[in-house]
């Protein structure tokens, strides 16, 4: 969910996945997903952006059967943090 968030912003709104990071995830697992399956990861902006954040509705699906769906929540952080955070990791 989160990397699909991540494009979706980038796609969306032209944000930088460097400049963006996770501070929300909501998660409703609705059924089993199968390893060997392929899965169809979708996102829809869910409010425009506000401040300094992007929330994003995410889906699961299989077998073009949901999964699973939540909702992620991105920050935008400024460039020196960014660099912190590689620099940390």
Do not use: N
């Not at 930088?16 to 059924?31: N, Q, T, W, Y």
């Not at 199968?34 to 979708?42: Q, R, V």
């Not at 299989?62 to 943090?81: D, F, N, P």
């Amino acid at each position: 969910m989160r990397q699909t968030a991540l494009v979706a912003a980038h796609e969306l709104f032209g944000l930088s996945p460097r400049m963006l990071v996770l501070v929300g995830c909501d998660a409703v697992f609705e059924s089993f997903g199968e390893l060997e399956l392929p899965t169809d990861c979708a996102a829809v902006a869910e409010a425009e952006i506000c401040s300094r954040q992007v929330v994003l509705s995410v889906t699961l699906a299989q077998e073009g059967r949901q999964i699973a769906h939540g909702r992620v929540t991105l920050q935008r952080v400024s460039a020196s943090t960014a660099a912190l955070d590689r620099i940390v990791r």
